[in-house]
């Protein structure tokens, strides 16, 4: 069964928001529709599945169903804003952003910086030090007192008074994948140097 597509059906589909309850989201778009000159575009908000994604495109009037008076369907959408801690592009995957979202969703209490610089290293796992929120001391020597304070860097109590921080941390941070944000130091374990490690460890048993 098809739809014949019309101007007030247009302006009546605009505009709605389906998806998840998260602050983030996408806006998905009727192509054909905008191409035609009309906005007709749903606020997609994360999280959302299969089942959410399908309802969007029926608000936009996308699918086989819909036909304008010469009978070409509207089959195709693209994304034309969006409001969400990673770089999304006009004709991204929703199904592969819904995904990104989540994989994301641990860190929503920290700082939008903080996830968006997470959401850049994909495939890596974050390790997120938070520093004292002294203004007197660099990055560099928050990051060491935390080294040593929380048993990283094993330093008997009566020598820690003779000890460098600041070079410390900035030893630490030019030896690892991280980056300051905020009163945070993230760093970026990958999974693929833990698996060669893993396996250069066997093979150094072997012989």
């Known amino acids: 069964m098809t739809i014949l597509v019309t101007e007030k059906m247009m302006m009546e589909a605009?505009?709605?928001?389906?998806?998840?309850?998260?602050?983030y989201w996408i806006y998905l778009?009727?192509?054909?529709?905008?191409?035609?000159?009309y906005l007709v575009g749903v606020y997609l908000h994360f999280p959302f599945g299969e089942e959410e994604l399908s309802?969007?495109?029926?608000?936009i009037l996308v699918?086989?169903?819909?036909?304008d008076e010469f009978g070409y369907s509207y089959e195709e959408y693209f994304i034309s804003d969006y409001d969400a801690p990673f770089q999304v592009s006009e004709y991204s995957f929703p199904q592969?952003?819904?995904e990104k979202y989540e994989s994301l969703i641990t860190y929503e209490d920290y700082p939008r910086n903080l996830i968006e610089l997470i959401a850049e290293y994909e495939g890596s796992r974050p390790i997120i030090f938070?520093?004292?929120d002294s203004m007197?001391?660099?990055n560099d020597k928050?990051?060491?007192?935390?080294?040593?304070?929380?048993?990283?860097?094993?330093?008997?109590?009566?020598?820690?008074n003779y000890l460098d921080y600041e070079a410390i941390g900035r030893d630490h941070r030019l030896n690892v994948v991280g980056e300051f944000v905020d009163n945070y130091f993230i760093e970026f374990i990958w999974f693929w140097k833990t698996d060669f490690l893993i396996s250069q460890s066997f093979e150094w048993l072997l012989f």
């Not at 605009?14 to 602050?23: I, Q």
């Not at 192509?31 to 035609?36: Q, S």
């Open 14 to 23: 605009n505009g709605k928001k389906k998806g998840g309850d998260s602050e």
């Open 29 to 37: 778009t009727n192509l054909k529709a905008y191409n035609e000159g």
């Open 55 to 59: 309802e969007a495109y029926k608000q």
């Open 63 to 67: 699918g086989n169903q819909f036909v």
């Open 96 to 98: 592969y952003l819904s």
């Open 130 to 132: 938070e520093l004292d």
């Open 136 to 138: 007197m001391m660099s």
């Open 142 to 160: 928050k990051l060491g007192y935390l080294l040593i304070d929380e048993g990283m860097i094993e330093v008997p109590e009566h020598l820690r």
